[in-house]
């Protein structure tokens, strides 16, 4: 159960044919693992050695496949590497791969970074921190990954659109919010120091008013997020594009659903509080949210997301899933999720 990476892939990719979604459920559990070795591994403080662990993956995808075969880690990337090329060449194209390698190149850089302040013990400032962790987050490549696995078809103009690129600008925001608000109770005992809310309590918050900040911002950015969809609903586009739009928002949904079904209490809590909250404020600005919130402070309750007094998951029932222009396979994965 702590490692239903199929359920994560069957989310965020509800059409997808079987091949392709064991390759992507192969690369969510390769890149958890691999992950672990920066956040908290034998990698954290050591950017020479991090930085040579990051170009050995750079290079599986520079077609050099005899000098992997040692690595298991390795090995298992350059066997999703050549499923994508495969896929590729079989559309006639390179588009895929092109955008695949060019987003875990931009993972490797922030991940480096994120090493280099851990060896250097230096936080970064919440602005900074948000730059880099929209690459290390590893959100980039799943939007990738969509393209190789419905096979879709998508020219450099369509896909750097600038609402497309400001509506994957805000999911990867929205998850890597969630990651950061979910593992914070787990990375503060490891010391880990990329956390969000570790650079606003290095900016003078309490732990309470930075948890209290950033669902803030995790709502703000769902709204965004609305917003954006609206936006590109009015336009004219192929199928191939709209596969491609609807599969955005499908990340941070497949992401924070994951992260609920295979944790302890404690996370599941959180969880269900972020889609509560989320959902409560983007539908009602007036809201009894920020009540709430007055009277933790008042009665002096413990925790960091102590805003709700218990689990809320009916809220997930009535959490407007069309409005994610979802399929009847994502509206059955939210159902399946209540039942968990």
Sequence with gaps: ??????????????DCDYPELEVCSKWMIWIFLFDDEFDNGHLRYDSHAAKARLDKLRATMANEPSEHESDGMMRIHLEIWNAIKQKDSFNGGMLAQIRYRKAMNG??????EHVRSSSRQEVPTP?????????????????????????????????????????KDVSTRIALLHNDMISWRKEK???VL????????????????????????????????????????TGKITEHHKMDIESVPRVPLANLYWSGTTALPVRKFLVDTIIYAGHARCTNRNSALPKLRRRRRDNHEPGILGVLASRHTAFIAELDITSWRASRHLRLAACVWILI
């Design 1 to 14: 159960a702590d490692a239903a990476f199929p359920y994560f892939a069957s989310v965020m990719l509800p």
């Design 189 to 191: 005992i490891e010391k």
């Design 194 to 233: 990329h956390n969000y809310i570790n650079t606003l309590i290095k900016q003078g918050f309490s732990e309470k008013d930075a948890s209290a900040i950033m669902l803030d911002m995790v709502v703000a950015e769902h709204q965004k997020l609305s917003d954006c969809l609206e936006d590109l609903a």
């Design 127 to 167: 602005e900074e921190y948000l730059e880099v962790r929209k690459l290390s987050s590893g959100c980039e490549p799943p939007y990738a990954l969509v393209e190789y696995a419905y096979g879709l078809e998508l020219s450099d103009d369509q896909v750097c659109e600038p609402s497309i690129t400001k509506l």
């Design 107 to 112: 993972y490797c850089d922030g991940v480096l």
